[in-house]
């Protein structure tokens, strides 16, 4: 059963995220200016991979069979799920400044859509976790 301190602990784990995104973004940025625009479809296409595979493996795993009256289970879990949304959320970061540089046309249309990938890993993070046993 989920209890409200588990649900605390996410959403603590989700905000620590958003913070983390929000301090490296200038560090992506900066990192992205020194990639020449004809590298940067390259670039782009290496992160999209990578995305997709740590989406697969956010997705893959469930609080359902982790150990949550463990203290060990719980912190695996989060620190799982963590991890694959930090990572998302870089990736996610890393796509949009490579557009803004080589589509600025389309970056805003990147940036949306990123949000609402990122919101859609964050709530399937709080639906998966409200479902566990």
């Not at 991890?83 to 249309?109: Q, R």
Request: hydrophobic share 60%; net charge neutral.
């Amino acid at each position: 059963m989920v209890t409200n301190s588990l649900i605390k602990v996410n959403f603590i784990k989700n905000i620590l995220i958003l913070l983390a995104a929000v301090f490296i973004y200038p560090v992506i940025s900066d990192s992205l200016t020194s990639i020449k625009a004809d590298q940067m479809n390259d670039f782009l296409l290496i992160v999209s991979i990578l995305l997709v595979t740590v989406c697969f493996a956010n997705f893959a795993f469930t609080y359902e069979k982790s150990n949550l009256q463990a203290r060990s289970g719980k912190l695996l879990a989060h620190s799982a799920t963590g991890v694959f949304m930090l990572l998302t959320v870089f990736l996610l970061e890393s796509i949009d400044v490579a557009v803004k540089a080589v589509y600025p046309s389309l970056y805003f249309l990147v940036l949306g859509f990123s949000i609402m990938l990122y919101v859609g890993v964050v709530l399937y993070d709080f639906w998966d976790l409200m479902r566990a046993k």
